[in-house]
């Protein structure tokens, strides 16, 4: 188990251990003292070394991406600095970004070489690459971002979330915050990291409700002064601009309700260039979220702002701005207040009461109006406005076909081209499609007013940029939304106008846009109400007392019901004071139980806080006596180690498991763990050995068991179809034969003339081999001659360097007889000893000194077997001329010629018989 790290006394000790181990490699142990001290309560109080130390843990945790451990010690170091070292706070958490920031980069680069290291450009696939296309939808990019990229992105976010949640709700603390925020959402730009984003935007969302709730707190952030105001006001537009980029409107549109807020709570308005950001990108999220009334709200506004604020605003900057005014009113759909009211109430009908309405009022808030907008409403502004003289000729013709002139068989004709310039602007070119639908349902409530009926193709040559399906769409999506009252007639391809006299269009529809004529359901509309009107008058002309007595009875009723509405109402009232007051004194009593809950805890904690303090020190005690005892016992054991060590190093089986270890490394190896893994292998691999032949015993007894039947049954089997297949033979070889035998008489008659063919054919070749034999037999001899010759001349070259050696040697021996003469030695009587014996016969002494060497007498010579070459058997020894020998056999060790030349003996040792 790991030992409790000794405190240090000073940080600075800490610090240079940490240093020297990482020096080492050993980065894990560094990071654990540093963390040690950090989170220690001994070393509370601040000093310039915590900052290195800071730095120090902060890179340590960066290289080996301890996110958490980073988290914590940033938390701790907080707590250490408090509010005499801020500065020394904002450093080390600027240098933790740019860390996680240049750690990113890093990767970022290795992933691009990665990416561009190919070893063949025109190899557009791999083997290994379709191999992972086929069980992944993953690329190998995607793979690489995973492995090389991704880990230090996580770090990175991580390392802003640390950072945000350190900094909130500091004043003094607040502009490193919103410039970390700031960061943060750069990041989720430049990476296009959209969950990250979202989880950004509540992170943001919930300090700013902090701020707002710890109001009271010492260091908070007050949004009542100017510059915390404007701060949070550029983090929400930076936030606003991140948001539209990315394509995520919904945060788009949640961040324009904090901007609205903040704006709210301000007493000093923002500066003009953030209001013109600000409008901007509310149109832009109106736009995407198909809000034509407020998007056009949105640029009047921007266009009002610009001209009001703007120094500099050219001419073209408000042709430009007032024609994106123009087309964003005549984009507003026709039936806006109709379909309001209907969803109004089916929403009511629903139990939801004004829900719509509530919606409307509140995105009426985020452009600065009082009420909702309308179309009517947004024309009237922009010619209050004076909007059109800044807008471009087409547009202004533009404007006058759809909303002053009642030219329908002309409409869609004149604004055709208009339509195609406006595609052509790249700008304008999202009105486009919007604008046609305006155009349609201005063409049809034109005819309405003109025509009862009207056939499907007179109206689709009416209307040219839409097909006869996209009519007959338009048509159904109209009436559906109650913008115009139309029967469409399949049978005779022919569309009805206001066929129900009964059903009336709204008075805002109704009047909308230029009238010619009044329509029938309006005509009747006005009959009824007249004549309602006229019947109400008559009555109280008639009897006008009991009309009076009506509204008496009517009034006392009233009366009546407020007077008993009040009673109720106060009894109620004083019902809620006895609440309201029980509760009050509950809550009080509930708050004294809790103080004192809290002040018995606190004592309690002290007294813990004393007790663990004193368990301490005396664990410390312990702890450092122990640590001694183990440091000997450890010495002793080592150097007891290091000795079987040795020991076993000499063994093979030692020196093999031994060997990969590094010299440091033996220093921590157990001799009694080597010695056991060496007996687990001698045992294992005796055990393994028994095992397998146990196996392959009974594995090829069971099958032989096995294959006995088989192999009978495949013996049957065999010779059933060997039967079978010399039956089947037999038939075939007699069909063959009878084919055969008709083959034969079919060619009978030409075996004449094939002979005679054979035979001239025959002569032919061997005339050619006669003469091919020929010319070989003459090459042959030339070639065994060519060979003689060498081998002859090989010979006499080997006879003239035998003789030349031959030579030489007899030199040698004379010079060498010279230069060492032989002493003669007088015969002596043989003993039957052991003694050398001389070499070849040929160079044998004389009878005088025959019986030099050691030797045992062979046999008397009369009784050895004839012939002089020694064969390797027992036989009669030849008597010398001395005449000193015993007459007994002897062996001979070689025969004569195997005999080395020279009298000289060979130097070893052998028994004469």
Same mark, same amino acid.
């Given at each position: ?6 405190? !240090? ?81 904002? /450093? ?35 083997? $290994? ?8 939808? $993953? ?82 952030? &007050? ?14 537009? $930076? ?19 904090? /901007? ?25 999220? !109106? ?12 640029? /009047? ?112 004709? &004149? ?53 006869? !399906? ?309 090459? $042959? ?133």
């Amino acid at each position: 188990c790991l030992q409790p790290m000794a405190p !240090f006394q000073k940080p600075e000790n800490a610090l240079k251990q940490a240093q020297e181990l990482k020096d080492v490699g050993k980065p894990d142990l560094a990071l654990d003292i540093l963390h040690e001290l950090i989170t220690s309560r001994r070393h509370r109080s601040w000093t310039k070394v915590h900052e290195q130390i800071m730095i120090e843990y902060i890179n340590l945790c960066t290289k080996m991406k301890k996110g958490a451990l980073a988290k914590e010690g940033l938390h701790q170091y907080k707590n250490i600095t408090g509010s005499t070292a801020l500065n020394s706070l904002e /450093i080390v958490v600027n240098h933790y970004l740019k860390s996680a920031e240049e750690r990113v980069a890093a990767a970022r680069s290795e992933l691009d070489k990665v990416v561009l290291d190919f070893d063949d450009l025109e190899a557009s696939e791999t083997p $290994e690459s379709l191999l992972l296309m086929m069980v992944s939808a $993953e690329d190998s990019k995607d793979r690489s971002d995973r492995a090389v990229l991704t880990p230090w992105l996580k770090f990175l976010w991580e390392a802003y979330r640390t950072v945000l949640d350190i900094l909130r709700n500091n004043s003094k603390l607040e502009s490193l915050y919103q410039k970390t925020a700031q960061g943060a959402l750069q990041f989720c730009l430049k990476y296009e990291r959209k969950a990250e984003f979202h989880r950004l935007c509540d992170l943001l969302r919930y300090h700013l409700q902090q701020v707002l709730k710890y109001q009271s707190q010492a260091f908070a952030i &007050n949004l009542n002064a100017p510059e915390s105001l404007q701060a949070h006001l550029e983090t929400r537009f $930076e936030q606003l601009n991140v948001a539209s980029k990315l394509e995520l409107w919904q945060e788009a549109f949640r961040a324009i309700e904090d /901007i609205s807020y903040l704006m709210e709570t301000s007493n000093k308005s923002p500066r003009p260039q953030m209001l013109a950001t600000y409008y901007n990108k509310l149109s832009m999220v !109106f736009w995407r979220s198909n809000q034509c009334l407020f998007h056009a709200q949105s640029l /009047i506004k921007l266009f009002q702002l610009s001209k009001e604020q703007k120094r500099n605003f050219t001419a073209e900057e408000a042709a430009s701005m007032a024609s994106a005014v123009l087309l964003a009113v005549l984009v507003c759909p026709l039936q806006a207040s109709t379909e309001t009211t209907a969803a109004q109430v089916q929403v009511n009908e629903l139990g939801v009461a004004e829900q719509l309405t509530d919606r409307n009022l509140r995105l009426s808030v985020l452009v600065g109006v009082d009420n909702v907008p309308t179309r009517e409403g947004l024309i009237a502004e922009m010619t209050s406005l004076n909007i059109l003289q800044y807008v471009d000729a087409n547009l202004q013709q533009l404007f006058t076909h759809i909303e002053t002139q009642f030219l329908p068989l002309q409409l869609c004709k &004149n604004v055709q081209p208009l339509l195609a310039s406006l595609e052509a602007n790249e700008k304008f070119a999202q009105y486009v499609a919007p604008l046609k639908d305006v155009i349609v349902l201005r063409l049809l409530k034109q005819l309405s007013q003109v025509y009862s009926s009207m056939k499907l193709s007179r109206l689709s040559q009416l209307i040219p940029f839409f097909t006869e !399906f996209q009519i007959e769409n338009f048509i159904l999506r109209s009436v559906k939304s109650r913008a115009l009252q139309v029967r469409l007639c399949h049978r005779t391809r022919s569309i009805s106008f206001a066929t129900n006299v009964f059903v009336v269009e709204s008075n805002e529809s109704a009047l909308e846009g230029p009238q010619l004529q009044s329509l029938q359901s309006q005509m009747m509309s006005n009959q009824l109400s007249t004549l309602s009107r006229r019947l109400r008058e008559a009555v109280e002309m008639i009897d006008p007392a009991q009309s009076q007595k009506l509204v008496s009875a009517r009034r006392a009723a009233v009366y009546e019901n407020i007077g008993r509405k009040i009673k109720e109402e106060h009894h109620r009232m004083l019902g809620r004071k006895d609440l309201i007051e029980k509760y009050l004194e509950n809550h009080e009593l509930e708050n004294q139980q809790r103080k004192e809950a809290e002040q018995k805890k606190r004592e309690e904690l002290l007294a813990e806080a004393k007790r663990l303090e004193a368990e301490r020190l005396e664990a410390e005690r312990v702890f450092r006596e122990r640590q001694e005892k183990e440091k000997e016992e450890a010495e002793k054991a080592k150097a007891k180690a290091l000795e079987k060590l040795e020991k076993i190093k000499k063994t093979a089986a030692g020196a093999r498991l031994l060997a990969d270890l590094k010299p440091t490394e033996l220093e921590t190896v157990n001799p009694d763990t080597i010695i056991d893994q060496l007996d687990k292998e001698q045992r294992d691999q005796i055990a393994k050995l028994k095992a397998q032949e146990r196996r392959t015993d009974h594995f090829e007894r069971a099958k032989h068991k096995e294959e006995i039947p088989l192999l009978q049954e495949q013996q049957r089997k065999r010779a059933a179809d060997r039967a079978a297949a010399q039956v089947v033979a037999l038939e075939a070889a007699k069909v063959k034969f009878a084919a055969h035998l008709q083959l034969r008489d079919h060619l009978k008659p030409m075996i004449a003339h094939k002979e005679k063919f054979v035979e001239r054919i025959m002569a032919g070749r061997k005339a050619i081999f006669d003469t091919l034999m020929e010319e070989r037999r003459k090459i $042959e001899q030339a070639l065994i001659a060519e060979e003689e010759k060498q081998a002859e001349a090989r010979r006499a070259k080997a006879e003239a360097e035998a003789a030349l050696l031959a030579a030489k040697q007899a030199e040698q021996r004379l010079q060498q007889e010279k230069l060492n003469p032989k002493p003669v030695v007088p015969p002596a009587k043989d003993s039957g000893k052991y003694r050398p014996s001389t070499g070849g016969d040929s160079g044998r002494p004389s009878a005088a000194n025959s019986d030099s060497k050691w030797r045992r007498d062979a046999p008397p010579r009369e009784e050895r077997p004839a012939g002089g070459d020694g064969d390797g058997k027992w036989r009669p020894r030849e008597r010398d001329a001395g005449g000193d020998g015993d007459g007994k056999w002897r062996r001979d060790v070689a025969p004569r010629e195997d005999r080395p030349a020279g009298g000289e003996g060979d130097g070893k040792w052998r028994r004469d018989a």
